[in-house]
């Protein structure tokens, strides 16, 4: 009573990545940026994301090097941290998420933000050159963008994929539009989440061609 | 030096609904599936998933009936355990993702078949009356499929929201077309994945309209 299908992980991995060639656009995409955006478009089954990334040039350089230096991990959600496979992280790099620590609350109220936005003020011992993974909430990344124009020390690159219908793609573009010079990445409009922001974790920390 | 956005979380979900409902095509759709529904276009930012979604009749009502009977919720992956709201498993519902179990390999090996396949294997124990949540791999619902066949005693729901290029349609129009009448969810296509996944379990647990 078996189905007909392909078992083999390697080959599924292989075809997947064939099909995704073969459908892609490539114009305007630099070089560097192909393989990371299939493993974009492998983790949401959409080959049309590629006209909706927007990334800084030296995005993927500096990716691969601070993780490979082994610099903490700071996720918006608990999905985010979960995703990411540690047996890629050479580095042993630390996965930080502050969402469901106890005083995320109280700090809401006090800012008046979202408990996701609040979440940020923990992240600043962290903060430093570290690798910013946000795949959910739109008030997250605004909140990030607001303490970086207020002085606070800057993660090395920022993985920009808030998803929704409200604040999703203004958050993404007010990210593109940021004058810190941090390296991003991101994928304009309503579409984003947290497999796809996994996926560009994974892909930089693997740090090998397809 | 404020960004220009909405801080308060009942207020984004609110406008966020009131978007998805101006937008989404209600034909065709079960009036008990819209709420759902649009938790599951919440999660993706996508009001065109409507099309492509598939329910049995049953869905939503046994879902929510063992949900709050407190039946354990088995995962293909660890982001979909990672998402699902506790809080709202007023049960306290075991969740199990028997995918880094260390058997897991072997029994990959044994059966000629993936890790998320074979992880299937140790939910035998929890299988019968459970929900059952898959939101990555093609593979683990065509084994799911299979082991109803073989005789495997059945959950009580299926969310089968495979993502992807090789298996996925596939698999979830295996998942529609099967004979077990076990109330399912799907959306056909390429589309899916854990975000999803976990919205509708979140959706179901609230059990409450919008």
Redesign the interface.
């Known amino acids: 009573?078996?189905?007909n299908?392909?078992?083999?992980?390697s080959d599924?991995y292989r075809?997947?990545f064939e099909?995704?060639k073969s459908e892609m656009n490539l114009d305007h995409l630099r070089p560097d940026l192909v393989v990371l955006v299939m493993r974009l478009i492998?983790?949401?089954?959409?080959t049309d994301i590629v006209a909706d990334i927007s990334a800084h040039e030296n995005l993927v350089a500096v990716g691969r090097e601070v993780l490979a230096a082994g610099k903490p991990i700071l996720c918006d959600?608990?999905?985010v941290?979960?995703?990411i496979s540690r047996t890629k992280l050479h580095a042993k790099n630390p996965i930080i998420c502050t969402l469901n620590e106890p005083e995320v609350k109280d700090i809401a109220k006090q800012i008046?933000?979202?408990?996701t936005?609040a979440a940020l003020s923990l992240w600043i011992p962290y903060i430093e050159g570290a690798v910013v993974a946000i795949g959910n909430a739109?008030?997250a990344l605004?909140r990030l963008?607001?303490m970086l124009?207020?002085g606070m020390p800057k993660p090395s690159i920022i993985l920009g994929f808030p998803?929704?219908?409200?604040?999703?793609a203004?958050?993404k573009a007010?990210l593109a539009a940021s004058t810190h010079n941090i390296p991003f990445i991101t994928l304009h409009?309503?579409?984003?989440?947290?497999?796809i922001t996994?996926a560009a974790i994974n892909a930089l920390a693997k740090g090998e061609d397809i």
Chains 1, 2 share one sequence.
């Open positions: 009573a078996r189905m299908y392909i078992h083999d992980s599924i075809r997947s099909i995704i492998h983790a949401c089954g959409m959600t608990q999905m941290a979960a995703g008046g933000n979202t408990r936005a739109p008030t605004f963008l607001e124009d207020q998803v929704g219908f409200v604040g999703a203004n958050s007010a409009g309503r579409r984003g989440g947290s497999a996994v």
